[in-house]
């Protein structure tokens, strides 16, 4: 590490990706939304035309622990961020609005005795949005692919997250007339879904707050969202 070569594996590393290697992949997937495998592919197809192994896979593995320690620097949680920020979830590694009212870091304090005929100012707003073609086929999954934030990103923890769906239970009808078509939706394209969506809220400023998946199609999911849920994500 102190000579910026990343070990693609902690036991004998035989294999390395510098650090500028990283840096730039980082990058241009999220400029130019490249995939690993093209941007791999560019780098050994020009540089190794003599049949050097395609470290693919490693290359998958070490961006995405990449990725988790640049989130953790960026966050400020390299440094230590929490001790200044005590009301944010410990640990949190997701991107707080800085234009969004915030008790304790942009608000004037005694903001909370405001008269009531003035407390629509200070309104805080999220917005809920849903993708349904995010989904995610049932399928055997690696056993060995753990997630490396667990809930100090934008989706909540594993395990926390599938008590709660218990507690949620079935789902029922959704009467409300504005999401009629809903009730439209072809069923079919939820078949054999692990995961058959996300929602995610966001403020007026379009920056993600929190996200989670959704396991039972559309009509649930509108469901779930008029109840508890949005309180507790
Ligand atoms: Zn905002």
Known sequence: MKARLF????????????????????????????????????????????????????????????????MHQRSGQAHGIDTFF?????????????????????????WDLTDEDLKHIIQLYKSINGNFQ?????????????????????FPPDLGYQEYLKRVGESKECTCAHLNAVNMQDKIKFKNCDITGVVGIECRHILIMSMVDLQKGERCALHVLHSELFTNI
């Open 7 to 70: 070990p693609a594996s902690t036991d004998q590393p035989t294999t390395a990706f510098s650090f500028g290697v990283l840096k730039d992949f980082h990058l241009q997937t999220l400029e130019l939304k490249k995939s690993a495998y093209d941007y791999l592919g560019g780098l050994t197809n020009n540089a190794n035309p003599d049949g050097v192994p395609n470290p693919y896979a490693q290359f998958l593995r070490v961006v995405r622990v990449w990725r988790m320690l640049m």
């Open 134 to 154: 995010l989904q995610k086929k049932k399928k055997n999954d690696d056993p060995d692919d753990v997630a490396l934030m667990e809930g100090l990103g934008y």
């Open 86 to 110: 005590p009301h944010r979830p410990k640990g949190n590694m997701a991107v707080s609005c800085p234009t969004c009212l915030e008790p304790g870091v942009n608000m004037e304090e005694g």
